[in-house]
C-alpha cells in the first residue's frame, strides 16, 4: 500500500469509472479491520470486488464477518435503473406506500405497480434529466428486497435533492431498516454528488415514525400545508 501519503492520494483520486468504499472495524476502540470496496460504475456494475484485513492479533474475533456482513449491506446500493433481479421487489415495495403510510383522513387508493409500469417510471425520470439514488436490504434467506429508499436529484440544481421513497415490508419492519437504508443513501449520493447540500422530503404530520427517524438524520421542518379531500 506504501507510506500514509500514497494512501491519501489514492482515497483522493480513484479509478476512473470506480466508486471506491473503504471502512474500518474497531474491537475494544482499537483499529482491527479494514475494507475496501471497489464499485465498477460503468461495465460489470453487478460485481463489487472487496478487500477485507483483518490485525493478526484480532483474528478469530469476529471483525473479519462483521466486515464482510457490512460489505454486502453496501453492495445492494445502486444509480439508475434498478437490477433486473430485484425490479419485481421494488415495484411491490412501491405499490405499498400509500398503503402503508399514514394519510390522516385521506382516503387514497392503492396503487397497483408491475416490473412493467415500474420501467415506464425509469424510462420517463431519464427523460427528465433526474438522478436517481437508492439503497435497498436484501433478505439473505430468500434474496428478495424487503426494504428500499430513494434520492432523487433534478438536472440543473446540482446542491439540492429530494428524498422520495423509503419503505419496508411489513414482514421485515421493527430492524431499524428504514433507518439503515436512508443513512446509507444519504452516503451513497454524497459520493457521486459532492456539490450536494441540501435535501428536502415531505411526511403527513401523523406519520410519527418516518417524522422521528428524519429527524434522527438531521431533517428539520421548513413548510406546512394542508391537504384537504371533497366528496362530490
Known amino acids: 500500500m506504501g507510506d500514509r501519503a ?38 460489470n456494475t453487478g460485481i463489487a470486488t472487496v478487500e477485507l484485513t483483518v ?15 457490512y460489505a454486502r449491506k453496501v453492495a445492494v446500493a445502486w444509480r439508475g435503473p434498478v ?4 425490479v419485481v421487489d421494488v415495484a411491490r415495495l412501491e405499490s405499498r406506500l400509500l398503503v402503508d403510510a399514514p394519510t390522516g383522513d385521506l382516503v387514497i387508493e392503492a396503487e397497483r405497480v408491475d416490473a412493467a409500469r415500474f420501467r415506464e417510471i425509469e424510462r420517463i425520470q431519464r427523460l427528465r434529466g433526474r438522478r436517481r439514488y437508492h439503497v435497498g436490504a436484501v433478505h439473505q434467506a430468500t434474496g428478495r428486497m424487503v426494504a428500499w429508499t430513494m434520492i432523487d436529484r433534478g438536472p440543473s440544481t446540482p ?8 419503505i419496508v415490508d411489513p414482514a421485515h419492519r421493527g430492524h431499524r431498516l428504514g433507518l439503515l437504508v436512508k443513512v446509507e443513501n444519504l452516503r451513497h449520493a ?10 428536502d422530503t415531505w411526511n403527513a404530520a401523523v406519520n410519527d415514525h418516518m417524522i422521528s427517524i428524519n429527524e434522527q438524520l438531521g431533517f428539520r421542518p421548513v413548510d406546512a400545508w394542508t391537504d384537504s379531500q371533497l366528496t362530490i
Open 159 to 166: 446542491w439540492h435533492a429530494w428524498q422520495e421513497i423509503t
Open 190 to 199: 454524497l459520493v457521486h454528488e459532492p456539490a450536494l447540500a441540501a435535501i
Open 6 to 43: 500514497e494512501f491519501g492520494l489514492l482515497v483522493a483520486h480513484p479509478p476512473h469509472g470506480n466508486v471506491i468504499h473503504q471502512a474500518l472495524a474497531r474491537r475494544d476502540g482499537e483499529v482491527a479491520g479494514h475494507l475496501r470496496m471497489r464499485l465498477p460504475q460503468l461495465e
Open 83 to 86: 437490477a433486473e433481479e430485484y
Open 55 to 69: 490485525d493478526p492479533a484480532q483474528r478469530r474475533q469476529g471483525v473479519g464477518r462483521a466486515l464482510l456482513a
